[in-house]
């Protein structure tokens, strides 16, 4: 049973440019949720989604949206990228109806030069 | 303020030790309480779970929620060159809507 997917691993992109980056939940979870972790710190939650709509959302700007695809996948996408938005970019998964428990893919690593 | 603190280390123990690892919090709505370990440029893995106060034992972890004193603690036992990571706790209220909150990671070093 594959885990929880992302991709790409690594991205540079300069200020000013946009991003998008992808998640596969685990098998059989069908909400996902998105973080940034900055290195040093612990993730920030920047938004979750379930059934294909946005339901909670962090302390984050508009340049940053999302999308969630029947398949239950989802983008997480930034607009006009910062410097501060170079961090490691998590996406997590569950299932509605099992509790708390969240399983984490590997991320993807954002450098904004 | 920040409603969860946690010291970043580094914690550096010799192979064997009983590692304590502990979090504080501000908000008494917490019901849900985490530790996930986290290798460099990885993303986090769930090491523990526990509802509202109490021990909860697994293997060599134990996770300790005391509510009184907003305070959660993670003990390894036997701890291992392997163990070294990022333990990272982190914590959600019953109308959080799963968002979790979480702390900076201690960073902990297993010395052979």
């Known amino acids: 049973d594959a885990g929880v997917t992302q991709s790409p691993t690594h991205l540079i992109k300069t200020r000013g440019q946009q991003v998008t980056l992808r998640c596969s939940p685990k098998?059989?979870?069908?909400?996902v949720s998105w973080y940034q972790q900055a290195l040093g710190q612990g993730p920030q939650f920047i938004f979750q989604?379930?059934?294909?709509?946005?339901?909670q959302r962090g302390n984050f700007p508009d340049r940053f949206s999302g999308h969630q695809f029947p398949n239950y996948s989802s983008e997480l996408n930034v607009n006009a990228l910062l410097l501060g938005d170079s961090a490691l970019y998590l996406c997590?998964?569950?299932?509605?109806?099992?509790?708390?428990?969240?399983?984490f893919g590997p991320g993807t690593r954002l450098l904004v030069l | 303020q920040k409603e969860v603190e946690q010291d970043p280390g580094p914690l550096s123990v010799p192979e064997g030790a009983i590692v304590s690892l502990n979090c504080t919090y501000s908000?008494?709505?917490?019901?849900?309480f985490m530790w996930y370990r986290q290798y460099s440029r990885k993303g986090p893995e769930l090491l523990m779970y526990?509802?509202s106060s109490g021990n909860k034992e697994d293997g060599r972890f134990t996770a300790q929620v005391d509510k009184s004193s907003k305070y959660i603690s993670l003990f390894i036992r036997d701890s291992q060159p392997s163990d070294s990571a990022t333990y990272l706790c982190?914590?959600?209220?019953?109308?959080?809507?799963?968002?979790?909150?979480w702390g900076a990671g201690t960073k902990l070093i297993i010395k052979p």
């Open positions: 982190a914590m959600s209220a019953t109308d959080s809507n799963y968002q979790l909150i």
């Open positions: 908000n008494s709505a917490f019901q849900y």
């Open positions: 989604y379930y059934e294909e709509e946005e339901r």
């Open positions: 997590a998964s569950r299932f509605r109806g099992g509790g708390e428990t969240q399983y």
């Open positions: 098998s059989g979870h069908d909400t």
């Open positions: 526990t509802y």
